[in-house]
Every structure is written in structure tokens, then in C-alpha cells.
């Protein structure tokens, strides 16, 4: 096989999958949001409006939910990151021949459900729930804490356990490819342990560590099913909304406008984050 | 089947016998019809959760065993609607007292002929009347039941009378709403006595921002019942707007629970099947509609989920206590009590699912 036919081998199954699946469903979702309303035929042409996007405008608290949910991401994501990366420096750097057996038990968790591992923080947090019991038994409180679920801060503390162990992944790899003849380098240079970290350990990590970030900040913007399980009635992100015109009110044009204002933040996010952190830089 | 031809050949008593059983079969059924057990083909229903248990269709799979039956799930009005609009080739959809109208309005639904129903006369003429639109039956009538306000007896002694107790300050922390933009609408209709059908954008107004003041109140908005039901096991939720199968489920478990019979009336809501409009298999859906009205589905209605049947033999034989008081069916006034859903336009639909989207929102 010549290059040509080698390139179009390796990359036609995905260019067709990702054109079929996510590029065509995302176009139809931008022309979704210039229709005025689901009357008539879907399939036959309609002409563009702005009407759904004028709507969202003049909606204080969709734009006021966008801005939550993208700062509760932003923590959410930091969070992970911070309590991912001593996980991973321990992986990659301490653990030595067990770092296999312990890296399995890190992703243990994956083994059950999405959904049973949030479940499960409803039973920790509820009234009756394994936290209030025990601080019941130890005499602390006499009334369960009723302020544990059902609220924002519930929803943040799930995600950030559900994401910890997403977020070591990447910062696993960048660690485990630093030389470590490095560390011998800088001890003989007179380096302590502190200033080897912030000098060789942790720019070389960067790149792995801004991964694990957008990880987790990017689907935790659009996330619903958490903030539906353990928010309550003041817990919402961003996507529930979306997610309610499309299966609560058949208001397809609608929830695509939203859709599509929620993708260009986040894009927009993300590249302003790129170009405040050099890329190449971190790279060489 | 010749029964005729095959009788010249046949000289011998039990062979004619034989052949007079076959002919007296081929006499009974027209011409053309092929006898029920030996029907085949395949038949697709777009139902809720649950409903595509083979206990809800017992009595077409056991008249018409041959028949295959496809099930696809929607998981709310919302959803089956989206999906029928979408171009779903399911026969047969299952929707909702509320949202009937739009199927009619954008074509998406068959007219009955309920004279292929054998089933039909059994079901009482205000059903019936649930299922026409514009003056025509366009639906069949298949389960029912009450929506009002669910509560612990032992945290609220004093009981509710009323559907403000959904925003009592008094239960804050321990009410939950219903996750649905027209069953909000409704709630503030009933205590407001606004009319439902005529909500004018000021009262709508008005009602985002009760609902917006009631968050401070609300636990958490309940999607599926089981979700509800934990909540009053656990005794995090004292009273909630809620459907009578969550009720009797509790109340058949011993939790102090009872359901109120709020002044402003109770909520009755239906449940329809309709036939998709272009539908290739419209005997077979006729069929399937006609065995969903019988008597051992309608048992399995009433008896593993609670709710009412529009088959009104099945619902005179309920003996089981619990039931009864869940159907208040020994009070001979509960119906003219009961408020029925009426069907939304599409602008209500949108104005009232955008309105509780903000509810939503709302800080």
C-alpha cells in the first residue's frame, strides 16, 4: 500500500463515524435552533429565525445558570485536579512494582455504575444516611443535618469524587514519562526535594495536568444527571435546562438554541485558556 | 381449506366427521379472516416503562400467541410526542390527557373505528369522551387515575385540605413538586381558581413566580414515582404532589400516608392509545387496542401498579381494601370532585414548560 491508500485505511472508519454520529447531529442541531417552533414537518425546509435565540437573550436566569455552572465546573475541575495529582505522583513516582495493583484499585470504582456510585452518595448524605447516623451515634448532633443533600453543594462534592480518578490518568502519564535521571541531576546540583518539584516534577507534568482539567471541566458544564439525583431543587446545572426542552416540553428548537450557546462558551473558554498557557511551550 | 372437494373423497365415517368439524370452523370465521391463533405478524407500541410488561397485553398475546409485539420506551408525554413528530413507525402510542390535541393538529394519529372494538361498550361514555377530538375518536381510553397531594399523617396530624399546602411555609424542607411545567400551572389554577384552559401571561406571570418563591420550600422535583416514594419511606417528604399508585404502594407497605381531598377538587388524568396515522397494520393495531380492554390486562392494571382501567367491570370487581380507599370508589361523589386534565395547545405547551424552565433556573 502506497501512503495515500495507508492514510485513508487508518483514518476513513473514524472521519465516517465522527462525521456520521457527532458532526451531522451537531449541524442539525445549529438548524434546529433557527426554526420558529415544532409545528409542521421536520424534515421539510423552514426559513431561519432568531426567535429562540432572542428568547434565551431576554432570559436573565438562563445566561445567570451558564455563568454557575461554568464557575462550578472551573472549581470542580481545579478540585479534581488537586486531589488527582498526589494520586498520581504516587503512581508513577513511589510505588514502584506495585504500581499496577494499585492502579487497579484506583479504578475499581468503574466497575460499578455511573449511576450506582451517585446513589450511593445519596445514601451517605441522606437523613437517614450513613453520615448522620454515625455523627448521631457519636452524640455530636441530636437531629440528622438535613442541608447535606439535595442542594449545589451535594452535586459538587459527587462530582469531584466521581472525576478524581478520571483526572489521575492523564497526570499519571505525563509523570511517568519524565526522566528521572533528572531528579539525580538537580540532588547533585544541591536541588532539595521541594525545589526538584517545582522545577523538574511539576512543569514536566503540566501538560498532563491541564488534560485532566479540561477532562473535567468540559462535560461537568453540560452534566445533568448529577444535579437531577442529589441537587434538589436549588442543585441545577446548565444542561438540566437543556435537557428539559428536549424531554420535558418537546421544545426541540429551543434546547438546541441553549445547546448551541453552550458549545460556543465553552469553545470560547477553552481558547481563552490555551492562549493564556503557552502549549508549546509546555510541550518542549 | 376445499372442505366441499374433500368430502367426495372421503368414505369413511370419521374422515367425513373430520371434514364436517373443519367446514363448521371454516363457516364461523369470514372468508377472508384468519382465526386468532393462527394470526401472524409483528405489531410495534411506543409505551412508558412498565407498560410493555407482558402482564399489561395478556389478553392479546394469549387470543393472538402467533402475533410478535415490539416494544419502544418513551420516557415522557414530552418524549413520545417528540419521537411520533420525529417519524417513530411505532403502530401504536400510548400518551396522556394534556397532550392529545397536538397528534390530531399535525397529523400524526388514525381515527378509531370503534365498531372493530368488541371491548368498546364497556367502557363509560365520559372515557369515550377523553379519546375525541374535534368530534371524532381518535383515541382509546386505557388507564386513569387521580393526581392531589400525598402527605404523612404523622408529620402533618392535622391532615390538608387544600393544594396551597404545596407551598405552606409551615412543611418547608419537606414537600415535593412534580419535575412538570403543566402540572405547576395546574396547582396554581386550583388555587387561584384561574381557568385552566384560558391562563392569561400576567396569571402565568404570577405563577412563575409562586413556583420560583415555592423552591425555598421544595426538597427536590420527583421525575419517577420510586424516586417519591423513597422520600416519604424515609420521612424527608411530608407531602407532595403526587399520583394515587404511589399511595397505595405506600400505603400498602404500612407508611403513614394519606391522600387529600383538596376543596379545589382532585386531578384526574387518563391514559390513551392511539394509532399511528399511515399505519400499514391498522387491523392488527384495532386488535391489540380491543384486547388491551380486556378484563385479565385490566386486573394487572389495577392490581400491580395501581391504577384504574377504563374497562368498568374490572374496576366493579376491585374487593381489595387498600385499592378501594385508594380509588375512593365508596365515594359515590369523587368523580364530580375530580378536575380532568384538559388537552394543551401548542403555545401552552411551550409558554408553560419555558415558564418552568426558569422556575428551574431560578437562583
Not at chain 1, 436549588?234 to 424531554?247: A, E, K, V, W
Not at chain 2, 400510548?94 to 397528534?103: C, R
Request: proline letters at 5%; hydrophobic letters at 50%; one cysteine or more.
Amino acid at each position: 500500500m502506497d501512503r495515500r491508500a495507508t492514510f485513508w485505511f487508518i483514518y476513513l472508519p473514524p472521519l465516517l463515524w465522527l462525521s456520521l454520529f457527532f458532526v451531522l447531529p451537531v449541524l442539525l442541531m445549529a438548524a434546529f435552533s433557527f426554526r420558529p417552533d415544532m409545528r409542521g414537518d421536520l424534515l421539510k425546509l423552514w426559513v431561519p429565525t432568531l426567535a429562540q435565540y432572542a428568547s434565551v437573550a431576554e432570559t436573565g436566569s438562563y445566561w445567570r445558570l451558564l455563568g454557575i455552572s461554568a464557575l462550578t465546573a472551573l472549581g470542580i475541575g481545579i478540585s479534581a485536579v488537586v486531589l488527582a495529582y498526589p494520586l498520581a505522583y504516587f503512581l508513577a513516582l513511589r510505588a514502584g512494582r506495585r504500581a499496577g495493583l494499585y492502579l487497579v484499585l484506583l479504578l475499581i470504582p468503574f466497575w460499578t455504575s455511573y449511576l450506582m456510585r451517585v446513589m450511593a452518595w445519596k445514601i451517605l448524605l441522606g437523613t437517614e444516611g450513613v453520615l448522620n447516623s454515625f455523627l448521631i451515634y457519636l452524640g455530636i448532633i441530636q437531629e440528622p443535618l438535613t442541608a447535606l443533600l439535595y442542594n449545589r453543594t451535594a452535586v459538587i462534592l459527587t462530582l469531584i469524587y466521581v472525576w478524581v480518578p478520571f483526572a489521575a490518568l492523564p497526570i499519571l502519564a505525563a509523570l511517568q514519562r519524565v526522566d528521572t535521571s533528572l531528579f539525580e541531576a538537580a540532588a547533585d546540583l544541591g536541588a532539595r526535594p521541594l525545589r526538584q518539584f517545582t522545577r523538574i516534577t511539576l512543569p514536566l507534568s503540566l501538560p498532563g495536568v491541564f488534560a485532566a482539567f479540561f477532562m473535567v471541566f468540559i462535560p461537568t458544564i453540560g452534566e445533568y444527571v448529577t444535579p437531577l439525583l442529589v441537587g434538589g431543587s436549588r442543585g441545577f446545572l446548565y444542561g438540566n435546562i437543556i435537557q428539559d426542552f428536549f424531554t420535558k416540553a418537546a421544545n426541540w428548537p429551543l434546547g438546541s438554541a441553549l445547546s448551541m450557546i453552550m458549545l460556543l462558551a465553552t469553545m470560547v473558554l477553552v481558547v481563552l485558556a490555551t492562549r493564556l498557557v503557552d502549549w508549546r511551550q509546555l510541550f518542549e | 381449506m376445499k372442505p366441499k372437494q374433500s368430502m367426495l373423497f372421503m368414505t369413511q365415517g370419521f374422515m367425513l366427521a373430520f371434514a364436517l368439524v373443519l367446514s363448521a370452523c371454516g363457516a364461523a370465521a369470514p372468508a377472508t379472516e384468519v382465526p386468532p391463533a393462527e394470526q401472524t405478524g409483528s405489531l410495534t407500541v411506543l409505551d412508558w416503562a412498565g407498560y410493555d410488561a407482558e402482564d399489561f397485553w395478556v389478553d392479546f398475546k394469549n387470543t393472538y400467541p402467533k402475533v410478535t409485539v415490539n416494544f419502544e420506551i418513551g420516557a415522557s408525554d414530552a418524549d413520545i410526542y417528540a419521537k411520533m413528530k420525529a417519524g417513530d413507525q411505532a403502530d401504536v402510542f400510548h400518551p396522556y390527557t394534556g397532550w392529545l390535541q397536538f397528534y390530531v393538529d399535525e397529523g400524526l394519529v388514525e381515527e378509531i373505528d370503534t365498531s372493530k372494538l368488541s371491548n368498546w361498550d364497556k367502557v363509560p361514555d365520559n372515557f369515550k369522551k377523553i379519546g375525541q377530538i374535534n368530534g371524532k375518536q381518535y383515541f382509546v381510553p386505557w388507564d386513569w387515575g387521580f393526581t392531589s397531594i400525598l402527605y404523612r399523617t404523622d408529620k402533618i396530624p392535622d391532615g390538608v385540605d387544600s393544594w396551597a399546602a404545596l407551598m405552606d411555609p409551615k412543611y418547608a424542607g419537606h414537600i415535593s413538586m412534580w419535575d412538570d411545567g403543566p402540572g405547576a400551572v395546574t396547582v396554581s389554577a386550583y388555587i387561584h381558581g384561574y381557568d385552566e384552559t384560558k391562563i392569561t401571561s400576567e396569571q402565568l406571570d404570577a405563577i412563575k413566580a409562586e413556583w420560583i418563591a415555592q423552591k425555598d420550600l421544595n426538597l427536590f422535583y420527583w421525575s419517577g414515582e420510586p424516586e417519591l416514594q423513597d422520600g416519604f419511606r424515609s420521612g424527608d417528604v411530608w407531602a407532595a404532589y403526587a399520583w394515587q399508585g404511589s399511595y397505595a404502594t405506600l400505603l400498602g407497605e404500612g407508611v403513614p400516608v394519606a391522600y387529600a381531598n383538596p376543596k379545589e377538587g382532585r386531578n384526574s388524568w387518563v391514559g390513551v392509545y392511539g394509532i399511528r396515522k399511515g399505519t400499514k397494520n391498522m387491523a392488527l393495531a384495532l386488535k391489540f387496542l380491543d384486547q388491551k380492554l380486556g378484563a385479565a390486562t385490566g386486573n394487572n392494571v389495577v392490581n400491580l401498579f395501581y391504577y384504574g382501567h377504563t374497562n368498568q367491570d374490572v374496576m366493579s370487581g376491585i374487593t381489595d381494601a387498600t385499592l378501594k380507599q385508594a380509588f375512593s370508589i365508596d365515594d359515590p361523589d369523587i368523580l364530580n370532585k375530580t378536575n380532568f386534565t384538559p388537552n394543551l395547545t401548542a403555545e401552552q405547551r411551550d409558554a408553560w414548560t419555558a415558564m418552568w424552565a426558569e422556575v428551574k433556573a431560578a437562583p
